[in-house]
């Protein structure tokens, strides 16, 4: 079968670093994705992961592991506009495309 | 160039009744995908079309959903009748080609259903 983990929430402190884990398995790979969702708004894409390693992109990174079938989002310097839900998410050999359920991230004054 | 647009943003019907949504993706977009996304979960796909054909509806609940995109553009998604459990967010998404492109989605519409 098909499936993706994530931790339902994840809490830190403002100007701080976090880190918010996904785990797949699928049949066939293609990349890992990372979207972002506020509260009453609709996901936007945040990141993009085909080759291992880690992708810099501002404040965010994200990092792949194909050999051990998990990823990892980095949000640095936490401001409290971060606060969202966060989703992993794997296109398959079908073009169908898997969401997780997300995770929850709460940021502390 | 503009995003994905859909209507209504909010729809509030009676179980029972037929409610109808409508999408229409970014221009030159060819997979068009309509999701459930259910209060505290993850986006559920309920069918992904590929210009006017549709890749995946395995997800969808044929006894009461349908959804067609005719001239491979805009799209509708209908339920009919509606039950309680289909109060959620509706979104629709596009893609320049296939799922491993990025997912611009739309702003959704919340169906209450009373």
């Known amino acids: 079968g098909q499936s993706l983990e994530q931790p339902s929430e994840v809490t830190a402190v403002e100007g701080a670093i976090v880190q918010i884990n996904c785990t797949y398995q699928?049949?066939?790979?293609?990349?890992l994705s990372w979207y972002q969702q506020h509260d009453g708004g609709a996901p936007t894409f945040l990141s993009y992961?085909?080759?291992?390693g880690l992708e810099e992109t501002g404040r965010f990174s994200s990092f792949l592991s194909r050999s051990d079938s998990y990823g990892y989002l980095l949000l640095q310097e936490l401001q409290m506009k971060d606060s969202a839900s966060y989703f992993c998410?794997?296109?398959?050999?079908?073009?169908?495309?898997?969401f997780g359920k997300g995770t929850r991230l709460h940021i502390l004054p | 160039e503009a995003g994905v647009a859909q209507s209504p943003r909010y729809k509030i019907i009676e179980k029972r009744q037929s409610v109808a949504f409508w999408c229409n993706p970014i221009?030159?977009?060819?997979?068009l995908y309509w999701y459930q996304q259910i209060l505290g979960q993850g986006p559920k796909l309920l069918i992904q079309f590929q210009n006017n054909g549709v890749v995946d509806d395995s997800q969808l609940p044929k006894d009461r959903f349908s959804a067609e995109r005719l001239k491979g553009v805009d799209s509708t998604l209908k339920i009919q009748p509606a039950k309680l459990e289909d109060s959620a967010v509706y979104l629709c998404a596009s893609t320049r080609q296939g799922s491993t492109d990025t997912q611009y989605f739309g702003p959704g519409t919340r169906l209450t259903v009373l």
């Open positions: 221009s030159g977009h060819a997979t």
């Open positions: 699928t049949s066939g790979f293609y990349g």
């Open positions: 992961n085909a080759l291992d």
């Open positions: 998410a794997v296109p398959n050999r079908d073009d169908k495309i898997i």
